[in-house]
């Protein structure tokens, strides 16, 4: 009898399971990989930004792909997890754009890549011509206002606004974009960029850490602490702080945190020299621990001349609970509410400057720390990293 129910049952269709058996699961989908492109990564925001979309990728199950020159930051991105592609990829030559888009098409089939993200504008040619090539989705941010001195500059600079999504860094940044190509204004997504709150808070920095830093520096404890962090540049406006120094009475010392050229430290150390100011403005270089660098600072200065995309030094500085003093262009005006989260100045004003120095350090602390509360608060809920990075993702899945 057996061997005759076995005869007369009807095999399953081939592709459906028989009756009673359980379905079965559905194939995983596979992990979404992203390219990112820019020249090298040595340091700055955009090397940063990509560094921290690379780690949020990873976090939501992707794979991350970066393909650049190279530098000091390829063991940092690696350490993340994400892969590291080298291509001459800093090359502004048409030929080497060219060649690049053809190895970036290769790359892009090699690792199975769903969207292409561009950075900055000779990698975003070669990243664009690729992502045409192999069918996939072009994204750029654009990072920077770009100067445009003529039509062919304009034209090379149009390929940061080509992008299927285009992300703007700060409003500032988007109103520029939509001025100057406005056929992108349809395309365009503002996502400022954050403070990493794991790092930039004020509870986490051991009283220990900023000691060290007061020691290193040669600071008194009873002297209020002015601080510019900055690349030493001309417009980043080290020049107009010496010069509010030398306005403000006896008592604080301003604190230049940041590297740069030979030429412009030279510069500077003159302007102080000459401004007899050796004993009030300290020249420090690099500070590997700017979390413990605020805390150390009684109010943070930003007074560059030119405007800031977005001006992450501001918020990182807010995010610490200190009062910032910022200069009214660009970034900062989203950023600094004035007398609420901070104040704003006249962009290149040495009085103006040195007036709200001034009157900030002249605060009782109740006031200062009632600031800079509120400006940890407004981070919180609109410059942090981790907003800059699921919105980031969201346009991922958006253009997907």
């Not at 602490?225 to 690349?231: I, K, P, S």
């Not at 602390?365 to 940890?376: C, K, V």
């Amino acid at each position: 009898m057996s061997s005759a129910s076995s005869s007369s049952a009807k095999p399953a269709k081939p592709g459906k399971p028989s009756p009673g058996t359980p379905p079965a699961p559905p194939a995983p989908a596979p992990a979404l990989t992203v390219l990112q492109v820019l020249p090298a990564l040595k340091s700055g925001g955009v090397e940063r930004g990509t560094l921290e979309i690379a780690e949020a990728i990873i976090a939501a199950g992707g794979k991350a792909v970066v393909a650049s020159a190279g530098g000091p930051l390829v063991g940092k991105l690696e350490k993340l997890g994400a892969k590291h592609v080298t291509l001459p990829l800093d090359t502004k030559s048409p030929f080497g754009i060219w060649r690049n888009a053809g190895r970036l098409a290769q790359l892009i089939r090699r690792e199975q890549v769903a969207i292409v993200h561009a950075r900055s504008r000779g990698p975003a040619w070669s990243a664009m011509l690729a992502a045409k090539r192999t069918n996939r989705p072009f994204i750029t941010t654009y990072h920077a206002t770009y100067n445009a001195e003529t039509d062919l500059k304009r034209w090379y600079n149009s390929v940061m606004a080509r992008g299927q999504r285009v992300i703007a860094i700060s409003r500032f940044i988007a109103d520029h974009i939509a001025e100057r190509y406005p056929e992108a204004t349809g395309r365009i997504t503002i996502i400022p960029r954050g403070a990493d709150l794991r790092e930039f808070d004020p509870v986490l920095v051991a009283p220990e850490r900023v000691a060290q830093l007061r020691q290193r520096w040669g600071l008194p404890a009873d002297r209020p602490v002015v601080m510019l962090a900055a690349r030493l540049s001309r417009w980043k406006g080290h020049a107009v702080l010496i010069e509010a120094m030398k306005r403000l009475p006896p008592g604080p010392i301003a604190v230049l945190v940041g590297d740069g050229s030979a030429r412009m430290r030279n510069d500077l150390e003159a302007q102080i020299e000459s401004e007899e100011l050796e004993d009030r403005v300290r020249l420090v270089g690099h500070c590997h621990d700017m979390a413990a660098a605020y805390l150390l600072a009684d109010v943070v200065v930003h007074a560059s001349t030119d405007a800031e995309a977005f001006g992450r030094v501001v918020v990182e500085a807010q995010a610490m609970g200190r009062p910032v003093i910022a200069a009214d262009r660009g970034g900062p005006r989203e950023t600094v509410e004035d007398g609420v989260t901070g104040w704003l100045v006249k962009p290149g004003s040495r009085s103006d400057l040195a007036a709200t120095l001034e009157r900030v350090l002249g605060l009782s602390q109740a006031e200062r720390t009632a600031i800079g509360l509120a400006a940890r608060q407004a981070v919180e809920a609109r410059y942090s990293l981790s907003r800059m990075q699921a919105a980031t993702l969201a346009v991922y899945r958006e253009v997907l």
